[in-house]
């Protein structure tokens, strides 16, 4: 899972693409993504130069390990056999979904409205980026059409402070 978290985070990409992404699309030193959703063709830096914030999570760095964990032709797969699901075939996205929230229950966190999910983790990520690289960045590494559709996963989640100053005449 921790694998899981760190593509996700790192690419920005939707659970659904992290679950297919296959070993083929890592060449030429980046990552070749076709979106689901959307569509949007998308190539992202392996190397050493795409880094988030002060985390040392780098993307090939990420990939490797990813790949470490056995044999398969999908970067993240499953490392048991369970429901019909044989060892190295791709997860379902779902699965990602439940194992973290199980972690994430696991943990001393209280939450007063909604508990994050995993696709908050493209939330996370975006708002990351544009603060490292600029809101064209992030809108590019989502692949949304629009500004208006990055804005919306920029939204800080209302977590901010509203300064309240006596206007001037």
């Not at 760190?6 to 060449?27: H, N, S």
Request: with cysteine.
């Amino acid at each position: 899972m921790a694998r899981s978290i760190k593509l996700a985070l790192l690419t920005g990409q939707r659970r659904e693409d992290i679950c297919i992404v296959r070993v083929d699309e890592v060449k030429d030193m980046r990552l070749w993504v076709i979106q689901g959703k959307t569509g949007a063709k998308i190539s992202i830096t392996t190397d050493l130069s795409l880094q988030l914030g002060p985390y040392h999570f780098v993307l090939s760095e990420v990939i490797t390990r990813c790949l470490s964990a056995g044999p398969s032709e999908y970067i993240i797969n499953s490392q048991t056999r369970k429901s019909g699901r044989q060892s190295g075939d791709p997860l379902n996205p779902d699965t990602l979904s439940k194992t973290f929230a199980k972690l994430r229950q696991k943990t001393a966190l209280q939450f007063t409205d909604y508990p994050p999910s995993f696709h908050e983790i493209r939330s996370l990520s975006s708002r990351m980026y544009k603060e490292q690289y600029g809101k064209e960045f992030s809108q590019l590494l989502l692949g949304h059409k629009t500004m208006k559709m990055t804005d919306v996963y920029l939204d800080s989640r209302k977590e901010e402070w509203k300064n309240v100053d006596i206007p001037t005449k």
